[in-house]
């Protein structure tokens, strides 16, 4: 009994220090104080305060970073909290002094274990990048692309889909201009690759200006743009557009002391009540700009079903080729993110994404070929190359000693092949590779969608020893009733309860909810687009067993991740 108590202390330990190693990464500054007095701060709060190490501020009170001007209030905060057993969070805006001098801070209060002990962390953000002109000024940066100003891809997503959200409830249409700049691959060769971002930057003001108040501007792609304009009928929307085309015509730009003139092709797609989805509007936009582009360029295209549906064919077979091509000539690639323990677990664990490159060997967006992969059922033959290729570098991998573990996504027309888990058993002894040492994704939505396909997999694959995960958990209503079809090993939380976690009390709930409930049904619980410290020591708290996202490290080619660390 002794010495199984002691195990469990020993992992529990263990998940701390990775914890904390985790948290001594992170940019934000962060410490843990137990009554009034530092037990442990990271990097960015001794940086913060001018602290060489930890020892230095060991035992230091937290009073000593509060200016005395506000030791009172700062004291009297601490003792109403100290009473408050309900285990919430508080904020408090203080004067903090460091070695370089006093700075106006926010301290936010997060109730928190070490060694068993309970005590409080405490995180401090600069006010001095908080006031309300710079915080508007940050806020717009998240939704900025950088070389051009213009609005970013996910932000104008965001907004189309208010506007279809609009249009539905009665609330005005809207139309979508999809801006592509015609022979840009052309215009690349010329000026070159430096150059050629100036040409995009060139374009990008000339679209800002001429929209204006009109609509919203967004850089959507390498070389194409994308436009929102509001409250305006087909004809506005029209007349806006050949506007933004003879505008980019009559320009003259100079790069580099070299004069260029551009056109530019542009597609139409209006949102109204009965409009679909953001994603079907802005693939009907991105027709109509084909149909321009491939009507001669320099030119304006508002989407029609009728006449676009030859066009839609040609370029569903080009795709076709392009896919094709890249299956047979190995321009498939893999990439590879960490997903990293919080309970002081070592062995590696990557999931495995899918990138495609073009026949210049510039990268394809997943979200561009794989949909059509969806459509063409291609994506049944990826996800068969993705499953070979995963294995042969697993394979390699453990050869040499390192006990890794990928996770490998399935489709959901794959999970309808029932042949799926014998072609699997073959390539997992031909590879002479553990069938415990892959674990296969299943999406939600996927799973809901071939119900009856995803539980005969789950079934067999179980039976061949290998592991299945449910990703993106509880993106749906019926997300638990789920789990009584499939009965997976892991369950990756959908990343939009992650997001905001210290903050939304909501999302904790959901989280927490989750969490408890795998517990009891001895599943695994994975946190996905972890994109802070904040988050991760909520998740710790919860006892989360592991997490992935950018705040650990992005996708990458090389399987070079510190596991023993948690640091790269």
């Known amino acids: 009994m002794q010495s199984s108590l002691n195990y469990y202390r020993a992992g529990h330990k263990e998940s701390e220090r990775r914890c904390r190693s985790l948290l001594d990464s992170s940019r934000d500054s962060i410490a843990y104080v137990h009554d009034g007095m530092h037990i442990y701060a990271n990097s960015s709060y001794l940086e913060m305060f001018g602290f060489g190490n930890l020892d230095e501020i060991e035992g230091t009170p937290i009073m000593d970073m509060v200016a005395g001007d506000d030791q009172g209030s700062f004291k009297e905060f601490l003792r109403n909290y100290g009473k408050d057993e309900s285990g919430t969070e508080a904020s408090l805006d203080v004067k903090c002094v460091s070695a370089k001098g006093s700075f106006k801070a926010k301290m936010e209060f997060t109730p928190a274990t070490i060694d068993g002990e309970p005590c409080t962390q405490i995180l401090i953000r600069d006010q001095a990048i908080g006031d309300k002109e710079l915080e508007q000024k940050l806020k717009y940066l998240s939704k900025q692309d950088v070389l051009t100003g213009l609005y970013n891809r996910q932000y104008f997503m965001e907004e189309l889909e208010l506007a279809v959200n609009n249009a539905r409830a009665g609330s005005g249409n809207s139309g979508l201009l999809?801006?592509?700049?015609?022979?840009?691959?052309?215009?690349?060769?010329?000026?070159?690759?430096?150059?050629?971002?100036?040409?995009?930057?060139?374009?990008?003001?000339?679209?800002?200006?001429?929209?204006?108040?009109?609509?919203?501007?967004?850089?959507?792609?390498?070389?194409?743009?994308?436009?929102?304009?509001?409250?305006?009928?087909?004809?506005?929307?029209?007349?806006?557009?050949?506007?933004?085309?003879?505008?980019?015509?009559?320009?003259?730009?100079?790069?580099?002391?070299?004069?260029?003139?551009?056109?530019?092709?542009?597609?139409?797609?209006?949102?109204?009540?009965?409009?679909?989805?953001?994603?079907?509007?802005?693939?009907?936009?991105?027709?109509?700009?084909?149909?321009?582009?491939?009507?001669?360029?320099?030119?304006?295209?508002?989407?029609?079903?009728?006449?676009?549906?030859?066009?839609?064919?040609?370029?569903?077979?080009?795709?076709?080729?392009?896919?094709?091509?890249?299956?047979?000539?190995?321009?498939?690639?893999?990439?590879?993110?960490?997903?990293?323990?919080?309970?002081?677990?070592?062995?590696?664990?990557?999931?495995?994404?899918?990138?495609?490159?073009?026949?210049?060997?510039?990268?394809?967006?997943?979200?561009?070929?794989?949909?059509?992969?969806?459509?063409?059922?291609?994506?049944?033959?990826?996800?068969?190359?993705?499953?070979?290729?995963?294995?042969?570098?697993?394979?390699?991998?453990?050869?040499?000693?390192?006990?890794?573990?990928?996770?490998?996504?399935?489709?959901?027309?794959?999970?309808?092949?029932?042949?799926?888990?014998?072609?699997?058993?073959?390539?997992?002894?031909?590879?002479?590779?553990?069938?415990?040492?892959?674990?296969?994704?299943?999406?939600?939505?996927?799973?809901?969608?071939?119900?009856?396909?995803?539980?005969?997999?789950?079934?067999?694959?179980?039976?061949?020893?290998?592991?299945?995960?449910?990703?993106?958990?509880?993106?749906?209503?019926?997300?638990?009733?789920?789990?009584?079809?499939?009965?997976?090993?892991?369950?990756?939380?959908?990343?939009?309860?992650?997001?905001?976690?210290?903050?939304?009390?909501?999302?904790?709930?959901?989280?927490?909810?989750?969490?408890?409930m795998a517990r009891s049904m001895n599943k695994v619980c994975i946190a996905e687009f972890v994109e802070d410290a904040s988050s991760l020591t909520v998740l710790f708290q919860y006892g989360i067993q592991y997490i992935q996202g950018y705040f650990l490290a992005e996708p990458t080619e090389g399987l070079n991740y510190d596991f023993t660390e948690g640091s790269m």
């Open 178 to 516: 999809y801006i592509l700049i015609d022979n840009f691959k052309a215009v690349k060769e010329s000026v070159g690759l430096g150059a050629s971002d100036l040409v995009v930057s060139d374009i990008a003001n000339l679209v800002k200006d001429k929209v204006g108040t009109l609509g919203l501007p967004a850089r959507f792609g390498d070389s194409s743009f994308t436009v929102l304009v509001k409250g305006k009928d087909a004809a506005a929307t029209q007349t806006l557009a050949d506007e933004l085309r003879r505008a980019v015509e009559e320009h003259i730009l100079d790069i580099e002391g070299r004069s260029l003139t551009l056109t530019t092709s542009i597609g139409i797609s209006l949102v109204t009540e009965s409009s679909p989805g953001a994603q079907e509007i802005l693939s009907r936009a991105d027709l109509a700009c084909e149909v321009a582009r491939s009507s001669g360029g320099n030119r304006v295209h508002l989407h029609n079903p009728v006449a676009d549906e030859q066009v839609g064919r040609e370029r569903e077979q080009q795709w076709n080729h392009l896919i094709h091509e890249a299956l047979s000539e190995d321009r498939f690639h893999l990439v590879y993110q960490p997903i990293v323990s919080l309970q002081g677990e070592i062995d590696e664990k990557y999931e495995v994404l899918l990138r495609m490159r073009d026949s210049e060997g510039e990268d394809i967006r997943p979200g561009q070929f794989l949909p059509v992969a969806m459509q063409t059922g291609q994506i049944v033959e990826i996800d068969r190359w993705v499953i070979r290729k995963a294995a042969e570098v697993l394979a390699e991998r453990r050869r040499n000693g390192a006990n890794t573990v990928f996770f490998i996504k399935l489709s959901g027309p794959t999970l309808d092949d029932h042949e799926l888990p014998i072609w699997i058993s073959q390539v997992l002894k031909e590879a002479r590779l553990a069938s415990d040492a892959i674990v296969f994704e299943i999406a939600e939505n996927d799973a809901s969608e071939h119900l009856k396909g995803a539980k005969a997999f789950v079934a067999t694959i179980s039976s061949l020893h290998c592991k299945t995960s449910l990703e993106h958990f509880g993106s749906s209503p019926n997300s638990f009733q789920l789990l009584k079809h499939l009965p997976v090993d892991y369950l990756k939380i959908d990343g939009k309860f992650i997001h905001n976690l210290m903050r939304d009390t909501d999302n904790q709930a959901v989280v927490k909810s989750i969490v408890d």
